[in-house]
C-alpha cells in the first residue's frame, strides 16, 4: 500500500510526464512548420515515449493500492527561436525532470518505500539516457550553426528515430 505522501508526489509525476508529452509534440508541430521533418518526428517519438512514462507510473500507482488522479496539463510553448534553442529548452526540462525523479526516490527512501524506490531506479536511468541524448543533440547544432548541409544532415539522422516502448502485456492464450 502507498503511502499517502508517496501517491501524491507520484500522481504530480504522471502530469509531469504528461506534461512532457504535451510539450514535445508542441516542439513536433513546430520542427515540422519549420521544415525539420526528421526532428519532428524525434520529437514526436519523444512525446511518445512520456506518454510511457505516464502510463508506467499510473499503473504502479493502481497496482500499489493507490488511485491514480488525472489533473489539468498546463499548456506549453508554442515557439522557439530557433532548433537549437528548441532543444536546449529540451535539455532543460529534462534536468528539471530529473530532479523530480531524485526527490521521488529520496522520498521512497524517507519512507522506507523500497518497492517505490525499486521502481524508480528504471527512471534514474532513463534520466541519464533523457539528458545525454537531449544534450548530445544541441552540441551537433552548436557545431552545424544556422543552417545548411548540416541541418540538412541531422535533420535526416534525427528522422531515423524509433520509439521506446514497453512490450504488450501476454494474451490469454499465451
Known sequence: MLDKKMEDQLNKQVNAELYSAYMYQSMSSYLEDSGLSGM??????????????????????????GRALLTAIEGPPTEWKSPLDLFENAYKHETKVTGMINDLVNLAIELKDHATNQFLQWFVAEQVEEEASADEIVQKLKIIGDGGQGMFMLDKELGQRVAKVFPPPPSAEE
Do not use: L, P
Not at 506518454?51 to 493502481?62: G, N, Q, S, T
Open 40 to 65: 519532428a518526428h524525434w520529437m514526436s517519438n519523444q512525446a511518445i515515449e512520456e506518454m510511457v512514462h505516464a502510463k508506467k507510473i499510473y499503473d504502479f500507482i493502481i497496482e500499489r493500492g
